[in-house]
């Protein structure tokens, strides 16, 4: 990932295109709901529900909209002929961060149609979340890279989000159990409980996974 606050990785290999964890990541994105319809079940779930998670509203709409932007990029004729693809395949949409958007879009509150939709969401967080662990499967070098720390923080509040969903239907041992896997396993997995104060982790995004965990262990709201 080019930084820690980016939807969009570097895609892996000498084209984008070539590499058979892209068409994944791209059916993925196909998922997602209009951008109209994006930005309501957003300004829903900031209204409504983030007072138990403190996530930024604004760094959160900056990642979208840098999303959005990279999706604007159309594949050109020539990119099979220019060395590492052309502009939109050089880089893919980061998994961690669609497991992230697509927890926040099936945690929103709706009513209606929109509310069913809420548990198709929620499996395509689940899928990102595993094609995560398929990458790291497939190239065991990314979990030890900058890239993947990064990543691992998105993938980290996803996870608790993941967690607050099953709970909200009941779901606590599911809860429980997809807390334990996908947050203290990656922790340990990325080297967190190592070094808490490795350089590549910047301050805010710490404090979030860690008043998450907290919160989420204690049975309290994460108010700060």
Known sequence: ????????????????????????????????????????????????????????????????????????????????????????????????????????????????????????????????????EDILLASPVYSTSEGAVHGGVLGCIAAVFQAAYLGDRGRVSEAWKLIGRHVIIRLQQYSFTHDISSTVLCEVPRQWVCTAILGGRNGKPCTK
């Open 1 to 132: 990932m080019s930084s820690l606050t980016s939807p969009v990785n570097t895609a892996t290999g000498s084209n984008g295109n070539s590499h058979p964890l892209v068409s994944p990541i791209r059916e993925l994105v196909k998922k997602l709901p209009p951008r109209q319809h994006l930005e309501e079940l957003l300004t829903s779930f900031f209204t409504e529900r983030n007072w138990q998670y403190s996530i930024s509203e604004r760094w959160f709409r900056a990642l979208c909209q840098k999303m959005w932007m990279h999706l604007e990029i159309r594949c050109t004729p020539s990119c099979r002929t220019q060395d590492g693809g052309c502009e939109a395949c050089k880089e893919e949409i980061n998994p961690h961060w669609l497991s992230l958007l697509f927890s926040v879009l099936a945690l929103a509150p709706a009513s209606g149609k929109a509310a069913k939709n809420s548990a198709g969401y929620f499996m395509a967080a689940l899928t990102a979340k595993r094609l995560v």
